[in-house]
């Protein structure tokens, strides 16, 4: 392989690296805003599962993703997967 493309192609391996670590600390961020949620959700009496809100974010993330070419299908399980370990986080915190 030719240095040139080699440099290129650690590169952009860096720059995806660079990429996920910035989605680990933004997911550890989120759990957190999800531990405070729980205390307040506990404080005032309401549950922890919210549907309507649920499916709010849901539809909202897709028509997000999909105005930056992702695809709504992955993004919808994506976020299916992030919102069930939010209320996992909840359930465990209140």
């Known amino acids: 392989m030719k240095k040139s493309v080699r440099k290129e192609l650690d590169a ?9 670590n910035a989605v680990v600390r933004e997911l550890a961020k989120r759990r957190a805003l ?10 005032l009496k309401v549950p ?7 499916e ?6 897709k028509k997000w993703g999909a105005a930056h070419e992702l695809n709504e299908e992955f993004v919808e399980v994506l976020f299916r997967l992030i919102v069930m370990n939010s ?3 909840q359930y465990h915190s209140s």
Do not use: F, H, M, Q
Not at 12 to 20: F, L, N, S, T, Y
């Open 12 to 20: 952009i391996r860096a720059g995806i690296d660079k990429v996920d």
């Open 34 to 43: 999800s531990v405070r949620l729980a205390r307040v959700k506990k404080s």
């Open 48 to 54: 922890i599962y919210d549907r309507p809100r649920e």
């Open 56 to 61: 709010a974010l849901i539809a909202r993330v």
């Open 87 to 89: 209320k996992e986080v």
